[in-house]
């Protein structure tokens, strides 16, 4: 961490507002002349504190901060920065792994919340916080202050997405994200999802922005707030009174139409504030007034607790397909990788779950899926063309046999049973020990990096970080399902217990107790009352992988409990779980 000594500028909004009053002889009022301090602070003596967070999702109330940074300017120069990462108490998504590089292994000795948040907001004392969406990073450091019990200084924020919305055209930029607006004002640094990076390409923009700004005539802190204030639509406060009457607990939150059809859907720890948010000025997302236009009513299931409501989200989602929801919407598009039934058989990748407890790679994306092949291939001489070989007849031969790539079946020069054992060592790689896929691997990017090849070392890195982080996710899933029913409970905020009762890697319960009473009786009403769910040893489908990594996620927070397991929950040592997040930036080889 670095910063500088406290600033004496004041920050928007800090003046006392205020005006006077000019009467004539008569006692009447004439006009009202402002005061100095109403004119509010020249924009070269403002303090700017641009702020970016990296955390473990998007939803505030639910997940961690893994890295803050923050750029602190005034009149255009550099005052000080200030970067740390932070241990959010939780596993990091592999999807957010990938996205920023930062690793659980990174997070493991690094400060808590608790400790870094003070810090911060010191060095951010006395200055206008400036975000990229500010709503998202300042949700983030809000809720982190109800954590810590630390109290939120409420000071000025700037948004500059809702700056570029007024004072940048569609035929200039395609659209406000960072990177699109740092290139367009010529950003020495490029964002790169890490915190620190991003906060000093904000820095750029917010200077462009500023200097946009004042030729609308904006030239203080007060006309800047003004001028990037935004108004609820008429639409907005028409349809207001739908957030009427909502409970303030955790639940899902549903949107219909006239017709009763959901339109989209929702979760939330605090159902009425969350639905209220999307009648305010802050919810400036086109899709969703879209969708405020043709909702008549809002629909609530109450919940116990956020899990419940996650899970409960999730499910509503892909029963129901809303039409303005994105995420969760369709898990049958999802993708595995597994090995085709044939006598030469190849890896594939498929909407179609492999049947339970056959070798296989998933759900996920098809791009991973198709890296995680890619990996695979390159270790291995298993074929990668899609003719179906026989072995009663010849098929044409490709490159990859003559240059040693493939065992060529096609030419008949491996038996049906030595192929056998070949497509064996890649089901072993998706089913149990991936290290010699990792070993091959790792010798072909310490060639390409002794021949100065680094793009191509660089995409044979992609290629075995996607296979061992699908690897490990795939491992997880399956563990949890096998484990049959687990009951587990985690503290909840105010006291009590956020109980939940897992079978098969679905949730079958949920309950929160009350603060300061025996959990035990209500776990145990708990579990003679769920749902009862047919015993499986596998994945059956991707909205069921979906929901059990939901479940992973929770129980791996460090206040969950493991209150009882039916069977023995555990990974295999040699597993891919154990290489998780070890691959390297830097394509030079390594060893595990």
Known sequence: MSGSG????????SRAVGSGTVRDGSGTAGFTQPTLDSLGTPLSEVTFCVVDLETTGLAADACGITEIGAVKVKGGEVLGEFGSLVNP???????VTRLTGITDAMVADAPAISSVLPAFLEFAHGATLVAHNAGFDIGFLRHACELTDTRWPRPPVVDTVVLARRLTEK???????????ARLFGSPVT??????????????????????????????????VEFCRAIPSELQRRKRHLADGLPNTPGVYIFRDADDRALYIGVSVNVAARVRSYFSAAEQRRRLRDMLASAERVEVVECAHRLEAGVAELRLISGGKPPYNRAAKFPEHRSWVRLTDEPYPRLSVSRKPPAPGTPRLGPTSGTQ????ISAIEAALPIRSCRTRLSPERLSPSCVLGEIGKCAEPCRHTVSVEDYAAIAERAARAMDGD?????????ERLAELSEAERFEAAAERRDELGAFLALAAATHRVRSLVAAGEI???GRAKGGGWEVAVIRYGLLAGAVRTPPRADPMPYIERLRATARVVEPVEDVVDAAHAAETRLLLDWLS?????????????ASRLDGAERWDGAVPHDPSPWRR
Do not use: M
């Open 434 to 442: 991936p290290t010699p896929v990792a070993d091959a691997v790792a």
């Open 191 to 224: 964002p790169n999802h890490r915190a620190l990076d991003d906060a000093r390409a904000t820095v750029t923009v917010l200077h462009g922005l500023i200097e946009r700004a004042s030729g609308h005539g904006v030239a203080t802190d007060a006309e800047l």
């Open 6 to 13: 406290a600033v004496g500028s004041g920050p928007i909004g």
């Open 557 to 569: 927070r460090p206040e969950v409990r493991i209150v009882l397991s039916e069977r023995a929950w």
């Open 171 to 181: 035929s200039e930029v395609p659209n406000r994200r960072l990177g699109t607006l």
């Open 89 to 95: 108490g939780e596993a990091i998504d592999p999807r």
């Open 487 to 489: 009951v587990a409970a």
């Open 369 to 372: 899926a198709q890296a995680a």
